[in-house]
């Protein structure tokens, strides 16, 4: 499937991966997956896209944009978009598809192979595009959750399909680890305390 003197790019929908993976029961390795994908071929780039709520004061995603911005990945944002429904309910609209859309038509001529990370089937026709100029597609998602993560018309259109399920091993983060750092976060909180206590003593 992947031939080491292609060079590809790899396009990652950032909210789908996250639902795709949460919906399988496993955390992505950002690390591990930029080093699956430089072991099988030329990785030219690798671009998440991701929506941000501006008017939050933390957000919980910031730390993995900065980690991702700092270790190889291309990260796009921009901000949602608030507005009322009908009924008067406040929505959020995050939305990223014409990003992606663009930098992956730019990108065609550079690759031999693009890697998609979504199971959007509004990507069929940006599949269909980047194939017309002579390219590869994989599209990345899932057929093992109930429905599929994937739409069918996308999956048919993609030259390859792999499913985030047998990636798993390869690209999943050690639940070991992620039990090790939350433990590290609470002795670091807890000793923050404990520190305030002894400068409250003093």
């Known amino acids: 499937m992947f031939d080491p003197r292609e060079k590809i790019a790899l396009f990652i929908d950032g909210a789908n991966l996250y639902a795709t993976s949460k919906a399988l029961g496993f955390d992505i390795d ?5 080093t699956e994908f430089k072991s099988t071929s030329y990785l030219l780039r690798a671009f998440y896209y991701t929506a941000l709520i501006e008017d939050q004061e933390y957000s919980s995603i910031r730390p993995l944009i900065d980690w991702l911005d700092y270790n190889g990945y291309k990260v796009v944002t921009k901000p949602t978009k608030e507005f009322y429904d009908a009924s008067g309910r406040r929505k959020i609209k995050a939305n990223m598809d014409i990003e992606l859309a663009v ?6 001529d550079h690759i031999d192979h693009m890697v998609l990370f979504s199971g959007d089937g509004d990507y069929r026709r940006l599949v269909e595009a980047v194939q017309r100029k002579g390219k590869k597609v994989s599209v990345i998602s899932t057929l093992q959750t109930q429905p599929p993560m994937i739409a069918d018309d996308l999956r048919r259109q993609a030259d390859h399909f792999i499913d985030l399920a047998n990636l798993q091993n390869r690209i999943g983060r050690d639940p070991a680890e992620r039990m090790a750092r939350m433990a590290e976060r609470e002795a670091q909180r807890r000793q923050v305390e404990r520190d305030d206590e002894d400068y409250d003593e003093a």
């Open 103 to 108: 930098d992956a038509m730019e990108m065609a």
């Open 30 to 34: 950002y690390k591990r997956l930029l």
